[in-house]
């Protein structure tokens, strides 16, 4: 496969059965359409080395082809198979290379990179990744499945995985991205559901369920309508592997009080599911009404935050409409599903309220755009110097936005 290749993802936002969704409930998911990750694969400046540049995360790394290769000499081959769990020979011999970064942001990126490197692509050296996004890390949008689904379409390709053409990725392919994504997710945060990486790699809205046989069930909400909603990040940073752990270990110690809550979340998100899928003036209390519902068993669960609770009473005390926290809680965003007689004077004192008084940023996206995609290499090919500085520490979310967002950029992506 001939670089540059250039793949994106969009985050997602959970509308119902975060953290449950991890104990095989059902959970309802939609891509946001102006916030994705995008991944510029490129030849590095020295050919023995693999380089990561991550400037989001102010991460810029590079391995020696020794290294790799020492790693690579140490793992059986069907450590590197595809399955659903992580194989331990590879996350062991990984450990020397992710010790150095250990208790970071970067030692997860690098995991889930790592990973899936060795895995799809063994120990090719020349090549430099870099990683710019226009959605908040680490705030509940999902920007790790979005990374993870641009690794896997991008390794896919660099490993001959997948097609090396223009043609839109197939069935098959599609499904081989979710796969891969749902395992670099697994390196980021312990037990995914796989509600994330399954809108990022698909985009759209979803009603998404895991088995307990490890298999997933999902069904496109199709007529996903565009509900009224603020989205609004509280800058408190949190890590998901913390929270989803946090909640097991609660539920180890209160088994009996936990199971009916998690069970009722569940409810929620298939009553939700099924009136998002008929949206009408009639239903729609019933479905502000699911989302308060949905954030005080999410409190029960000890995933909110009095950051979060000041977006709940802003808005509460306003009287403008319904919030809940979405992703992991713990900090990060929470969605207000605005009330329908909101006024849109009141609607912009509830966002500046917010960013002015309380730092917080407030977004307007559209929910349910597409999944994963990648450009025409020839015309990653030529037009790279107006795209490499886009992938530069400085450029803005905008400037991202400007030249690269699906149907309003400058290019066509393939899907
Ligand atoms: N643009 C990015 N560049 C580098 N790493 C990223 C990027 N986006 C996500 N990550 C990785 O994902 C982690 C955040 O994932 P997580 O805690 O699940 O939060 P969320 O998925 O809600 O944003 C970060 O610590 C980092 O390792
Ligand atoms: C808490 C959870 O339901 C969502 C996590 O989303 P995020 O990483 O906070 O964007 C975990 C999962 O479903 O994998
Ligand atoms: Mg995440």
Redesign the pocket.
């Known amino acids: 496969m001939s670089l540059p290749l250039l793949t994106s993802a969009p985050?997602k936002v959970i509308i119902f059965g975060e953290h449950s969704a991890v104990f095989n409930e059902p959970a309802v998911a939609a891509s946001v359409s102006a916030l994705r990750?995008y991944l510029l694969v490129s030849a590095a400046q020295d050919p023995k080395v693999v380089e990561l540049d991550?400037?989001?995360?102010k991460?810029d790394k590079q391995w020696s082809g020794e290294a790799l290769a020492t790693i690579a000499a140490g793992v059986q081959p069907e450590a590197v198979t595809d399955s659903r769990e992580l194989n331990a020979d590879l996350s062991n011999a990984l450990e020397s290379l992710l010790q150095p970064l250990s208790g970071s942001?970067?030692?997860?990126?690098a995991y889930?990179f790592l990973y899936m490197y060795f895995s799809l692509c063994g120990t090719r050296t020349g090549v430099k990744f870099t990683?710019?996004?226009s959605?908040?890390?680490?705030?509940?949008?999902?920007?790790?499945?979005?990374?993870a689904v641009c690794l896997a379409l991008a390794l896919g390709k660099l490993g001959g995985h997948l097609k090396h053409g223009t043609e839109s990725l197939t069935k098959e392919e599609l499904a081989f991205v979710n796969k891969w994504s749902f395992i670099g997710?697994k390196c980021?945060?312990g037990t995914p559901s796989g509600i994330?990486n399954m809108v990022a790699t698909y985009g759209s809205a979803v009603l998404f369920q895991r088995l307990p046989s490890g298999e997933t069930k999902s069904e496109q909400i199709l007529s996903f309508p565009q509900i009224p909603m603020v989205l609004t990040n509280t800058r408190i940073p949190?890590?998901?592997?913390v929270l989803v752990a946090g909640v097991k270990d609660l539920i180890v110690r209160q088994p009996e009080v936990m199971k009916p809550i998690l069970e009722s979340m569940g409810v929620v998100a298939s009553s939700g599911a099924q009136i998002l899928s008929q949206l009408t003036d009639a239903n729609y209390e019933s479905l502000c009404e699911l989302v308060r519902v949905n954030h005080g068993l999410l409190v029960a669960l000890g995933v909110s935050h009095p950051g979060l609770e000041l977006i709940k009473s802003v808005g509460d005390s306003m009287n403008i409409g319904h919030t809940k926290l979405t992703?992991?809680g713990g900090g990060?965003c929470a969605l207000t599903l605005l009330s329908r007689g909101a006024r849109p004077e009141e609607v912009e004192k509830f966002k500046r309220t917010l960013e002015s008084e309380h730092n917080y940023k407030t977004y307007t996206t559209g929910l349910g755009g597409p999944g994963c995609g990648y450009i025409a290499p020839e015309l990653v090919q030529q037009n790279f110097s107006s795209i490499e500085p886009l992938f530069r520490k400085d450029s803005t979310a905008s400037d991202l936005n400007k030249v690269l967002l699906p149907s309003s950029g400058s290019f066509q992506w393939i899907h």
């Open positions: 985050g990750t991550f400037p989001d995360i991460f942001l970067h030692y997860q990126a889930c990683v710019k996004s959605l908040p890390i680490g705030a509940g949008l999902g920007s790790s499945a979005s990374l997710e980021i945060h994330d949190r890590s998901t592997k992703g992991a990060g």
